[in-house]
Antibody
Framework: EVQLVESGGGLIQPGGSLRLSCGAS????????MTWVRQGPGKGLEWVSY????????FYTDSVKGRFTMSRDNAKKSLYLQMNSLRDEDTAVYYC?????????????WGPGTLVTVSS | QSVLTQPPSVSGAPGQRVTISCTGR?????????VHWYQQLPGAAPKLLIY???NRPSGVPDRFSGSKSGTSASLDITGLQAEDEADYYC???????????FGGGTKLTVL
């Protein structure tokens, strides 16, 4: 059974840093690209970042470029999102999701999400 | 302001049919990129409902169907059931943004 579990969320002050993790099981992690998607309180889904299978291609949405860094460790079957210079508007539930095939493909499995609250 | 436009809400009585639209532009749906649909039940993570415009993952009832034409796509739900009450999101890829884009979401209420 495919499972994705996020961790690392919490309450952080504006300007602070946080590192999210996503552990994968039930599939060959190294064979799939991955994404982070976030959802602000009462809001819709927002794509955050994408990483290819061997980390050679990484993309970010404009609002997080230069502040967030996505990475992965295939040996540990883990995905990461380093978030720096956090702003109030980064408050959201952050989901990691598996990309089913290529970059434009659907996200076929999602984790339950981890809540990040940026507030003083 | 989402890149893909969906109606904020739709509603229907049990057994009826509803359609949720998703309108994009020439850099995403109109460029030929596939549209995918997700169902998000209250308090839960999104779940893939339709992929590549019209395909259902294993386990998704055939009451759910999707289509795409030009710069738009649609999700049809027939034989509405109470458990269909959820938020529905469309997703595609946008070449000008070099990333995925989502619709703003549509809240389905079963009357």
């Amino acid at each position: 059974e495919v499972q994705l579990v996020e961790s690392g969320g919490g309450l952080i002050q504006p300007g602070g840093s946080l590192r999210l993790s996503c552990g994968a099981s039930g599939f060959t992690f190294s064979a799939y690209a991955m994404t982070w998607v976030r959802q602000g309180p009462g809001k819709g889904l927002e794509w955050v970042s994408y990483i290819s299978t061997r980390s050679t291609t990484i993309f970010y949405t404009d609002s997080v470029k230069g502040r967030f860094t996505m990475s992965r460790d295939n040996a540990k079957k883990s995905l990461y999102l380093q978030m720096n210079s956090l702003r109030d508007e980064d408050t959201a539930v952050y989901y990691c999701a598996r990309v089913s095939r290529y970059r434009e493909s659907s996200l076929d499995y999602w984790g339950p999400g981890t809540l990040v609250t940026v507030s003083s | 302001q989402s890149v893909l436009t969906q109606p904020p809400s739709v509603s229907g009585a049990p057994g009826q049919r509803v359609t949720i639209s998703c309108t994009g532009r020439s850099s995403n749906i109109g460029a030929g990129y596939d549209v995918h649909w997700y169902q998000q039940l209250p308090g839960a993570a999104p779940k893939l409902l339709i992929y590549d415009n019209s395909n259902r993952p294993s386990g998704v009832p055939d009451r759910f169907s999707g289509s795409k034409s030009g710069t738009s796509a649609s999700l049809d739900i027939t034989g509405l059931q109470a458990e269909d009450e959820a938020d529905y999101y469309c997703q595609s890829y946008d070449s000008s943004l070099s990333g995925s884009v989502f619709g703003g979401g549509t809240k389905l209420t079963v009357l």
